[in-house]
């Protein structure tokens, strides 16, 4: 079996076939959230009187993923927003890996450093 060489073509295929996988996947676990949270609280009627936010469970990864594996809607749903957020940087990782196959040296300076402004953006402001 011969092998391929990446080609900037290829490259870009990958790419494009990650980023709409990556948005599928995260669209379908938020729909079966928004399923599950529907079944159970269609028919509650809102209170506008009195602003409840996020559950404190949901603010951090861990709560998200138990509230989940419980079939809790709104934690199925935060997943599934976690997942179209870690779509960008699967691409972003998938870059450095791709141009270094390339062997192209620039842009994978210029792709780390992407990569390290995108994960302190997500984690760091949370220090």
């Known amino acids: 079996m011969p092998h391929k060489t990446m080609t900037d073509q290829r490259i870009e295929n990958i790419l ?9 996947v995260s669209a379908g676990i938020v729909f079966c959230g928004a399923v599950i949270y529907l079944a159970r609280h269609g028919r509650s009627p809102a209170a506008y009187r009195v602003f409840q936010g996020e559950p404190s469970d949901l603010h951090s ?3 998200i993923v138990r509230d989940a594996m419980r079939l809790n809607g709104r934690g199925i749903i935060q997943l599934g927003l976690l997942f179209l957020i870690a779509t960008p940087v699967a691409r972003v990782i998938f870059s450095i890996w791709g141009f270094a196959a390339e062997h192209d040296r620039m842009y994978v300076v210029f792709t780390v450093i992407v990569l390290a402004i995108l994960l302190f953006s997500l984690v760091g402001s949370q220090m």
Do not use: E, Q
């Open 61 to 63: 990864l861990h709560g």
């Open 16 to 24: 494009g076939n990650l980023l709409r996988a990556g948005v599928g």
